[in-house]
């Protein structure tokens, strides 16, 4: 089996490469290394793992090689609000207009798993959980792209597609802008949390469990393609003020 991760060495993708090598997939990263290549160091000696400096933007390159992959893991995004709206055109060419470009590329037997994020959701009334069927209502562009480029993967088959709650974790990309990440951060540095709307609530998933989302679905194709999940822990529905007392706790 092979596998193509663009946005490899992120915060999610330098992980999953660990997973997929365990499991001696082959798997090659595409990325434009923007944050180093250091969160990949540690796989450069499996002869298992190929690594490329290139742009998801550079369609000629990406449309040379797409047809040498089992799986296409798309992960190159430029993630969350504010970036987003600082970066407006980056972000409409590589959340939506490079998702589009792999799907008119790849063949109807080729499997692509694509991560989005539940921010599609848009802001949901108090004490009503979201589920895969809720309509979606981003209020930013960053929802917008991913709700788009949700929107265009799976009119094809073989897609299967992740509404991701809000990531923590360790990774070899940290990320401390990430909610529980940043908090942990100024918890353990600053001994307080400044809280803003601290009973505001969303729900949570860990990095590694992120990849295991992906693991099962390669592993369980035939019955999840063609479908959405969100992925998230069902027992993490906290609030702002709920985390911190957690992170207080412990």
């Given at each position: 089996m092979k596998i193509l991760i663009t946005g490899g060495a992120g915060y999610i993708g330098s992980i999953l490469v660990s997973y997929l090598l365990e499991k001696k997939i082959n798997v090659t990263v595409i990325d434009n290394f923007l944050y180093d290549k250091n969160s990949l160091n540690n796989y450069i000696h499996d002869s298992n793992f190929?690594?490329?400096?290139?742009?998801?933007?550079?369609?000629?390159?990406?449309?040379?090689?797409?047809?040498?992959?089992?799986?296409?893991?798309?992960?190159?995004?430029?993630?969350?609000?504010?970036?987003?709206?600082?970066k407006p055109i980056e972000a409409k060419e590589i959340n939506f207009n490079s998702i589009k470009n792999i799907v008119d590329n790849i063949s109807k037997e080729q499997i692509l798993l694509y991560p989005t994020t539940n921010s599609g959701y848009g802001i949901g009334k108090e004490d009503i959980y979201c589920d895969e069927n809720t309509p979606l209502n981003p209020l930013s562009l960053y929802g917008q792209t991913k709700v788009d480029a949700e929107d265009c993967v799976m009119q094809r088959e073989k897609s299967v597609a992740f509404r991701l709650a809000t990531v923590f974790g360790i990774s070899n990309r940290m990320r401390l802008d990430l909610l529980v990440n940043d908090f942990v951060h100024k918890a353990v540095k600053d001994g307080y949390i400044i809280l803003f709307e601290e009973h505001f609530k969303r729900n949570y998933i860990h990095v590694r469990d992120v990849c295991r989302g992906f693991l099962h679905s390669i592993d369980n194709i035939s019955t999840m393609q063609n479908n959405v999940y969100n992925l998230g822990l069902s027992d993490a529905n906290l609030s702002k003020l709920e985390l911190c007392k957690l992170i207080k706790k412990y």
């Open positions: 190929n690594i490329e400096l290139n742009d998801v933007r550079n369609y000629e390159y990406i449309n040379s090689i797409l047809k040498n992959f089992d799986i296409v893991i798309p992960l190159a995004s430029l993630v969350g609000a504010p970036l987003c709206k600082l």
